[in-house]
């Protein structure tokens, strides 16, 4: 076993922002114009009705002390650099220079309203991203309009709607047919757009039943939204009937590929008679995610349902790139513009970078690493594989449960979670909802993280099994080593006590102490 | 000890168990006790409520328990770093009775443990009274109560979350205490029933990191799917609604209170019958076409022939496949033993007709496909 790292967060108990400095503060002393200037560009440069008339409420402190402030901020973080097999959401690094790339003037300077002559560069990448996920998945045309994965799934409810309203047959297609261990966004985006959803349930092989689904699909389904793998790290390899059972009712087909990584290159969606399929792009393709960045979820569908995308669309017309609005049956917008090109020019690079052949190694290498993990994890008194039963390798990730050793001390998933950053490893992930196996974990090594980083998290959790047994209270109680202790959920439930702005949050300050006023 | 703090009751049934070791399905009635014995059985119940209460002494020394005398729980929790406290001795008579009188006397405190199995956790809920607070450390055959904690030493984890960390606890008011009849049971059929609901303590799953977000709350999703049921009502139907929380969210949603433990019956937006008998639903169905609205029986899935008699085969026949309506939530569902629901109704080829697949309505407009297997 490896040595747990010794680590303990920087903690710098210091006022919000908008609390620190004092008036008259300021980063920079910028001098008035001269009288040149003034007379050269004029004085009202904003129109009055646009001027504001009152001051903004920023903080008045120097530069120095603003630096000074986010970098201890950044401190009290882990740094998204660590060990983090956060399992559904593909960790990977996000390259410096494709972060630079997205820096240049070319890109960074330009706005989508400038005349497409003026965005060929940009539209070029675009068109060939485009072309390189048309060859991962068989489909005809992607966009990237949709800003996260959950979005491209509302984007695909949105085309089938569009699709079976211009057939005359939205009154009939009421129905999306999904697995319940699909990610909540398929049934919740479903539902958004007006369908009603029916969920399968996972049945003996880990995975749900062919006769599930044909007594599911009728004329009735709209579409079905599927993953596979899902979280369990099953491989379903009766998706090709399943497709076909579902076209045969005449339902459209929607592949969700969040779960992509174990299968990149290997497989392809059209091929196996998907309509349509969704990547998303700050997992899989390495462009950043979450805190580091907007996401994008690049939707890809047949020529078939191609009309009905939202607008615009990039072309290639000649040698000549072009913004494509005259879609009449376009289904109208998911998001402004066309996507969060920063992200998109940042999985250009990761893709150009990998090539097809790195693209295919990386599946090997996140699918072995999973299995390797498996075989460790196993060997771990108190862990248990969700479906012992399926002798079938798990593909990229493992659904796992802790329910022998929190039947045994007490101690459960979430606890485990906080004592993880105790050790600098970033916490786990453990399930979407329902859970279907007790005190879950679902770790993904994907292809980035060495052996050694794998030992070292595998023996982090060993370690955290033997706290549980020896001193359970310690375990309870932690993170110990954080710059913040355990945070009591509870907050969370009472909006009192949280606000996303500092405008909210005095907001609801006046609002308690006139509520204590009027009590008094 | 904080004065906020819960005061715990401990009653123990120190013959729980013991006919499970020795294959007679349970320990029911004073007869069987003594087959037990006969066959060689060694009471178990005692040693594992010192095992829970062995955990809650580790974690949180000195904690006051209320404890019934001698082998009905003080007994048991001898040399323990507890404040126990005993109740005054009582005439023990080796039954059900003594669960009965035990717990009447811990009626004081806020949350009442007991040992035991399915009995008493009936005997304790009715001694208490409705909505009163339990928590059951698993001692018994039959346990298909939700008033159970997984282990003796996850209650003990339970139990000292409650005093030392209470924010980890919550709290579900609607726990069925389900029993089974013994005799059936040994006799090869599984016929639990509900028994009524109790409040009991439960590890709180906290919000997860960043991605979790608030899960729908299982009542929320049955009140939406009920309201759906309600508005979607055929003029001149008659509806017989199914015991449980799950179908009672249908009364609910119409303004009534159900029954919960019988079966009741609307038409036309009006409560027609309440604990109805099954002659009384013959004869309120008359002609008329009927639904019948039925919950899921927790962990074993039973649809028909649990504690729902009262619907007879000729009533579902009548109703046939397509006017059976499930209302389940997805949790629910999600942690049956398997992912499967039964029928027994009685008529074998009736719970072959019912065989197949089934939509259970989880919420509105959201809905689980369950294969359905006669029992």
Same mark, same amino acid.
């Not at chain 1, 491209?152 to 709607?161: D, F, L």
């Not at chain 1, 072009?322 to 402004?336: F, V």
């Not at chain 2, 649990?306 to 949790?331: C, F, K, Y």
């Given at each position: ?104 003037? $070319? ?175 700050? &997992? ?23 009309? *009905? ?113 105790? *050790? ?8 979407? $909802? ?9 770790? $993904? ?17 060993? &370690? ?57 | ?375």
């Amino acid at each position: 076993m490896t040595r747990p790292p010794e680590f303990h967060a920087a903690k710098w108990n210091e006022p919000v922002v908008m609390e620190l400095g004092r008036p008259g503060g300021r980063g920079q002393h910028f001098p008035a114009p001269e009288d040149e200037i003034r007379s050269a560009v004029g004085i009202d440069l904003i129109p009055g009705e646009m001027a504001r008339t009152d001051r903004p409420d920023l903080p008045e402190i120097t530069e120095f002390e603003a630096q000074r402030h986010y970098l201890h901020l950044s401190q009290m973080t882990l740094g998204m650099m660590g060990v983090s097999l956060f399992g559904t959401c593909t960790m990977k690094y996000n390259s410096k220079t494709a972060e630079f790339a997205t820096l240049r003037p $070319e890109l960074a300077a330009v706005h989508p309203y400038q005349h497409p002559d003026t965005l060929q560069g940009v539209l070029q990448i675009i068109h060939d991203m485009d072309g390189m996920l048309r060859s991962l998945s068989g489909m005809d045309q992607f966009i990237f309009q949709a800003g996260g994965g959950a979005n491209a799934a509302y984007t695909m409810a949105c085309v089938a709607r569009a699709y079976w309203a211009d057939k005359g047959m939205l009154g009939q297609r009421t129905e999306m047919v999904t697995s319940v261990q699909a990610h909540p966004c398929n049934p919740a985006t479903a539902a958004a757009a007006g369908f009603k959803v029916v969920n399968l349930p996972l049945e003996e092989n880990g995975y749900p039943s062919l006769d599930a689904l044909r007594a599911a699909v009728s004329g009735n389904t709209a579409l079905i939204m599927i993953n596979n793998p899902d979280d369990m790290g099953i491989y379903n390899p009766e998706i090709k009937e399943w497709v076909r059972i579902a076209k045969e009712a005449g339902a459209l087909c929607f592949y969700d590929h969040a779960n992509f990584n174990g299968v990149m290159g290997k497989l392809s969606a059209r091929e196996l008679g998907f309509d349509a399929c969704m990547f998303m792009l700050h &997992k899989t393709f390495g462009a950043p995610k979450a805190g580091g960045g907007p996401a994008v979820g690049a939707f890809g569908c047949s020529d078939e349902l191609a009309a *009905y995308l939202p607008t615009p669309v990039v072309v290639k017309a000649g040698d000549r790139y072009a913004l494509d609005e005259d879609r009449p049956k376009s289904m109208g917008k998911i998001r402004e513009y066309w996507g969060n090109v920063p992200q998109v020019v940042k999985a250009y690079a990761w893709t150009r970078a990998m090539g097809a052949d790195g693209i295919e190694l990386g599946a090997d290498i996140s699918v072995v690493s999973n299995n390797y993990m498996d075989k460790r994890l196993a060997e771990i008194p108190g862990l248990a594989i969700s479906n012992p039963d399926v002798s079938a390798r798990r593909m990229e990730m493992t659904r796992w449960s802790l329910g022998p050793i929190a039947e045994e001390t007490g101690i459960g998933t979430v606890d485990f979670a906080n004592r993880m950053a105790d *050790y600098g490893i970033d916490p786990w992930w453990m399930s979407h $909802e329902p859970w279907i196996v007790a005190e879950p974990f679902t770790p $993904e090594p994907g292809e980035l993280w060495s052996k050694e980083d794998i030992d070292l998290w595998i023996d982090v959790v060993a &370690k955290i099994c033997e706290e549980a047994r020896s001193d359970p209270e310690m375990v309870k109680s932690a993170p110990h080593n954080q710059a913040i202790a355990q945070v009591k959920g509870d907050a969370f439930e009472d909006p009192a006590k949280w606000a996303m702005t500092w405008r909210a949050w005095k907001r609801k300050q006046e609002a308690a102490d006139q509520g204590k006023r009027g009590a008094a | 000890m904080p004065a906020e703090a819960l005061t715990f009751g401990l009653v123990v049934n120190p013959i729980a168990g013991l006919g499970g070791a020795v294959g007679l399905k349970g320990t029911d009635g004073p007869g069987t006790v003594a087959e037990a014995l006969d066959r060689g059985a060694v009471p178990r119940a005692g040693e594992r409520v010192r095992r829970a209460f062995a955990r809650l002494a580790d974690r949180a020394p000195g904690t006051l328990v209320r404890a019934a005398p001698g082998k009905l729980a003080a007994g048991w929790l001898e040399g323990l770093d507890l404040d126990v406290r005993s109740l005054a001795p009582i005439e023990v008579s080796g039954t059900a009775r003594d669960t009965r009188v035990a717990a009447q006397a811990l009626t004081g405190c806020d949350l009442v443990v007991f040992g035991g199995g399915d009995g008493t956790a009936r005997d304790v809920t009715a001694s208490l009274g409705p909505g009163r607070a339990v928590l059951g450390i698993p001692c018994g055959v039959k346990m298909h109560s939700g008033a159970f904690a997984i282990s003796p030493e996850a209650a003990g984890a339970l139990l000292s979350d409650l005093v030392t960390s209470p924010d980890r606890i919550g709290w579900d008011d609607g726990a069925e205490i389900m029993d089974i009849d013994e005799a059936a049971l040994r006799s090869g059929r599984i016929a639990p029933q509900l028994f009524g609901h109790a409040r009991v303590p439960v590890s709180r799953k906290r919000m997860q990191a960043s991605k979790g977000g608030p899960s729908t709350l299982a009542a929320d999703a049955l009140a939406g799917a009920a309201r759906e049921l309600v508005e979607g009502m055929s003029q001149g139907t008659l509806y017989v609604i199914g015991p449980g929380t799950s179908t009672g969210a249908v009364l609910t949603a119409m303004g009534a209170t159900p029954s919960m433990l019988g079966i009741d019956a609307v038409r036309d937006g009006r409560v027609v019958a309440r604990d109805a008998t099954a002659e009384e639903l013959e004869a309120l169905a008359g002609g008329a076409p009927v639904r019948i609205v039925l919950g899921v029986t927790g962990r074993q899935g039973f649809l028909l022939g649990r504690g729902n008699q009262q619907i007879t085969p000729s009533l579902i026949a009548r109703a046939g496949p397509e006017g059976l309506i499930v209302m389940a939530s997805e949790d629910k569902l999600a942690t049956l033993a398997q992912p499967r629901l039964w029928v027994d109704t009685g008529d074998p080829e009736l719970d072959q007709a019912l065989s197949g697949y089934l939509r259970v309505k989880t919420g509105r407009g959201r809905e689980t496909m369950m294969r359905v297997g006669a029992s």
